[in-house]
């Protein structure tokens, strides 16, 4: 059983459009995380969500809009994609929000706009 | 200046070696530090904590932190070529918040 899934794998598409990510965790964790990892390999968070609610919002473009319908699912929805937003986009979770707890990642999704 | 710093390499060191992999970073207030290992198109994974000045071991891996210094690094002994992978450092920044900020990653190559 996968821990942490998230799909599409890969996504590619042409400037302008709208696209959405799915995440699901069945670890039973409250938070759940958005990270974009560039070409260069940084890792940044973009959101966090416990338990539903917007706990980390790292001043990304409201193009981004993170959706949580249950704390075991958390998707991203982006509107009006840029070149710029090409990146591998990572769904994590965590069992709570304070610290001294570790990340489970999904796979990724590559995000490719051409 | 960027809140995590590594060398991002590339860095090779034979198999059997000892690889070091260090870590700096500026807020004196980080709490927590973790190491990921993230294989080529592969996701990180979480393979070493550490919250206390001094070494901590866990197998072939000892993380070592020292906050006077702002350092944390991440001996691997008898380095193997599976250990070939880039290792994220990343900090708890904001202490009562699972926040990590992540450096950019040191590549590692193990040369058989």
């Known amino acids: 059983d996968t821990a942490v899934s998230q799909t599409p794998k890969y996504l590619v598409t042409q400037m302008g459009n709208d696209k959405s990510i799915k995440c699901e965790q069945n670890l039973g964790h409250d938070t759940m995380y958005w990270y974009k990892q560039d070409s260069k390999k940084f890792l940044k968070i973009m959101f966090s969500y416990n338990n539903k609610e917007l706990i980390i919002n790292e001043t990304v473009p409201n193009r981004f809009s993170p959706k949580s319908p249950d704390k075991a699912h958390l998707n991203l929805h982006i509107n009006s994609l840029e070149l710029g937003d090409s990146a591998v986009y990572f769904c994590?979770?965590?069992?709570?929000?304070?610290?001294?707890?570790?990340?489970?990642f999904g796979s990724g999704t590559q995000l490719s706009v051409l | 200046q960027k809140e995590v710093e590594q060398n991002s390499g590339p860095l090779s060191v034979p198999e059997g070696a000892i690889a070091s992999l260090n870590c700096t970073y500026s807020?004196?207030?980080?709490?927590?530090f973790f190491w990921y290992r993230q294989y080529s198109g592969k996701s990180p994974e979480l393979i070493m904590s550490?919250?206390?000045?001094g070494d901590k071991e866990d197998g072939r891996f000892t993380a070592q932190l020292n906050k006077a210094s702002q350092y944390v690094s991440l001996l691997i002994r008898d380095s193997q070529p599976s250990d070939s992978a880039t290792y994220l450092c990343?900090?708890?920044?904001?202490?009562?918040?699972?926040?990590?900020?992540f450096g950019t990653g040191t590549r590692l190559t193990i040369i058989p």
């Open positions: 990343a900090v708890n920044v904001d202490f009562g918040n699972e926040k990590l900020t």
């Open positions: 550490i919250y206390s000045n």
């Open positions: 807020d004196r207030v980080s709490q927590s």
């Open positions: 994590a979770s965590s069992p709570s929000w304070v610290s001294e707890e570790k990340l489970f």
